[in-house]
């Protein structure tokens, strides 16, 4: 098949596919045209259609790997002079990929929906969003072109926004969806300045005609200036990224969209959305490559936030805010990865820890389930006698996260550590730091939750001494959960969800096949995929020609030479730091938690100034709430008063009026009624006019 064009018909399929779906269930399935089809419908149109795309994304990648590519326009939508705006798809092995993660990931979590959502009334919404999203980042990722890629970034950002807020009953939940759009738009605002940088200069948003004039940009300057048009550029374009993976300091909205319900987490905050900038870059490899500076500035944001993002997890007593802060510094991994200018295991790593990190979600939402709505892990205890499937499964999601040898997370997560070790430009001792120091702090805040929810003691079904999580909807608006199998789920809806959690005497429930056949699901390539790929993915000819390093930057050479293959590579981890630094997070957690826990109160106690420094997430969103809302604030009144109130209104509208009333009030005195009043002022302007054009009249 080399050399072979897929079909474009094909192609069209898969992001359309889920777009039929989404349409069914949120214009037929929702009160928008009188719920014509009820949720059986809704969830089988959606499940086939993201099924659809799924099939068809694994046949196109089989092709890809085969020898066959795509690069073509399928919708010309305008052309003005020499620039086209068009739909069209880049398929090779890097969009291959993608649209097989974020398909697999999607059906699962489309799976896992129809038991977590059970009971709730905006269950046909809820479909219609998350199939929704499948198709706006199936669009971004199969993109050939800067217009259609921006399409697919603020799509998915919108999607986003209506997931997280989807209890809009809930006032956390909306000010946690807006949070999250306000600070995409701060990231998206520079990626949009780097775009235009690109086609105010290269003249095309075609990639690969932008690639072909990367030489010619890299010699110019941004006007005005002595900086390097391609730096600036390449550093806008990731301030995008920095919004969209959720890089220090535009990652304070992830941890807060936890305030969606659980399946949004593990395909957004896991798979796809979040991912959406490592894509982004990576595909831009040739434009990045080409400045030392840009890389630097990637490699330190990076550092930064798998390392502080990671010490934030350690405090996190709800489940789902432990593994989004484990998110934020996993994509700080990948980032650091894409600063050392290995797109390739940045890349690598984006795929195993999309399986794992969706399969830690949906086991969190598991255990939502079966602790009947209380998130709090103090509360929990002993599960693994009560759900031995979410227990399995979660011990496997974390053993892949901490890079365990032989899970998929330890070849990308190890990769990484090695490939910071062979990068030389600024920033890269720091990093080096971050990410053997970040194995630890994983290692430990993994399995502080793992320990608590699944061993020791019963803490759960007692009056406890913790208040229960208030992150859950309005009685309406959150449903039983697929408690429906539980007789005390009815209970606690009479009483409207005044109690979360387990009453004295009851005990947790494994979760319906629904939501424990996708944990399945996602454990099998946790365990495997990275012993499986990366052979091919990261030393052999996976990327070749899609991916692009420079010959200054030695790291994939070096990782290449010291490579022996996956069991040798996974012997050899067992003598190295990474293995021994994570070992002994795993003991301290176990240590501090379950044999003395009063070590970690004496901690707390000592340190007292860290903890609350901590448990203020690093004053972050006190201080984007003083300097950029306070300041947002601060202008919005001064435009308000000066220019709304006294230019607009006191000037313009009420000034003019008055001037309109004083000429009135003089008009008003001449006008008496009296004929010889006007006759006289008629006089008077006869005899004015005379006057005036006397000097004109020609002389006799």
């Not at 900038?277 to 330190?300: C, H, N, Q, W, Y």
């Not at 004053?619 to 300097?627: A, I, L, R, S, T």
Request: proline residues 4%; glycine residues 10%; negative net charge.
């Amino acid at each position: 098949m080399a050399g072979q064009l897929l079909n474009p018909n094909l192609l069209l399929a898969v992001p359309l596919a889920p777009l039929a779906g989404a349409a069914i269930a949120g214009l037929l399935g929702t009160q928008f045209l009188g719920n014509l089809v009820g949720r059986k419908t809704s969830h089988t149109a959606t499940i086939l259609g993201v099924l659809i795309a799924f099939i068809l994304s694994v046949q196109t990648l089989l092709a890809v790997m085969d020898g066959a590519t795509f690069n073509g326009t399928i919708y010309n939508w305008m052309t003005i002079g020499t620039l086209k705006m068009e739909v069209g798809f880049q398929i090779d092995s890097l969009s291959a990929m993608m649209m097989c993660v974020v398909t697999f990931v999607s059906l699962m979590v489309h799976i896992y929906t129809i038991g977590y959502m059970k009971d709730d009334e905006g269950y046909n919404r809820f479909f219609a969003y998350i199939s929704l999203f499948t198709f706006s980042m199936l669009m971004l990722v199969m993109a050939n072109n800067f217009l259609q890629l921006f399409f697919g970034w603020e799509a998915v950002g919108l999607v986003s926004y209506l997931l997280i807020g989807f209890w809009y009953q809930r006032p956390t939940a909306i000010v946690a969806n807006m949070k999250a759009f306000l600070v995409n738009r701060v990231g998206d605002f520079g990626f949009i300045l780097g775009i235009g940088l690109l086609l105010a200069y290269a003249g095309t948003m075609n990639y690969q005609e932008v690639f072909a004039k990367k030489d010619e940009l890299a010699l110019l300057s941004l006007p005005g200036t002595d900086w390097a048009l391609l730096t600036v550029a390449c550093i806008c374009l990731f301030i995008g990224a920095m919004g969209k993976s959720a890089q220090f300091p535009l990652h304070v909205w992830l941890p807060d969209s936890m305030e969606g319900p659980t399946p949004i987490s593990a395909l957004i905050h896991a798979a796809t959305m979040v991912t959406a900038g490592i894509f982004m870059v990576s595909r831009m490899s040739p434009l990045f490559e080409l400045s030392d500076t840009a890389l630097s500035f990637i490699l330190v944001i990076g550092s930064i936030t798998a390392l502080f993002m990671g010490f934030l997890g350690i405090i996190q007593n709800d489940i789902k805010r432990v593994v989004a802060y484990s998110t934020l510094s996993q994509l700080g991994y990948m980032t650091v990865a894409l600063g050392s200018s290995a797109y390739s295991v940045a890349v690598f790593h984006l795929m195993t820890h999309a399986f794992f990190k969706a399969l830690l979600f949906l086991g969190a939402g598991s255990v939502i389930i079966g602790m009947h709505h209380d998130q709090d892990i103090r509360n929990m205890g002993g599960l693994r006698k009560y759900m031995p499937i979410t227990w399995i499964t979660s011990l496997i999601g974390s053993l892949a996260l901490i890079g365990t040898p032989l899970f998929s997370g330890f070849y990308s997560k190890d990769s990484i550590i090695e490939a910071v070790e062979a990068t030389h430009i600024w920033g890269a001792g720091f990093a080096q730091f971050a990410v053997l120091a970040g194995v630890f702090v994983t290692a430990f805040y993994s399995f502080r939750m793992y320990f608590l929810v699944f061993h020791g003691k019963e803490r759960f079904g007692q009056a406890h001494a913790h208040g229960h999580d208030d992150h859950h909807a309005p009685k309406a608006a959150h449903g039983a959960h697929g408690d429906a199998h539980d007789d005390h789920a009815h209970e606690e809806e009479e009483d409207d969800h005044a109690h979360h959690g387990l009453e004295p005497g009851q005990k947790p429930h494994e979760s319906p096949f629904v939501v424990w056949f996708p944990l399945v699901m996602l454990a099998i390539p946790s365990l495997i995929i990275g012993y499986l790929t990366i052979g091919p993915m990261l030393h052999g000819d996976f990327f070749k020609g899609v991916i692009f390093v420079g010959e200054n930057h030695p790291a994939m050479e070096e990782l290449s030479h010291e490579f022996h293959g996956a069991m040798a590579m996974a012997i050899h981890g067992l003598s190295t730091a990474p293995f021994w630094l994570a070992l002994s997070g795993v003991v301290a957690a176990y240590y501090c938690y379950m044999v003395n826990p009063r070590v970690p109160a004496w901690f707390f106690a000592k340190f007292h100034a860290i903890h609350t420094l901590l448990d203020n997430k690093y004053y972050m969103d006190k201080f984007n709430e003083v300097v950029f809302a306070g300041g947002a604030r601060l202008l919005g009144n001064g435009l308000w008063n000066f220019g709304d109130k006294k230019l607009i209104d006191g000037l313009l509208v009420n000034g003019s009026a008055k001037v309109v009333a004083w000429l009135s009030s003089l008009s008003r005195v001449l006008q008496t009624g009296y004929i010889y009043h006007y006759a006289f002022v008629m006089i008077l302007g006869v005899l004015g006019f005379l006057i005036y054009f006397l000097p004109f009249w020609p002389a006799k």
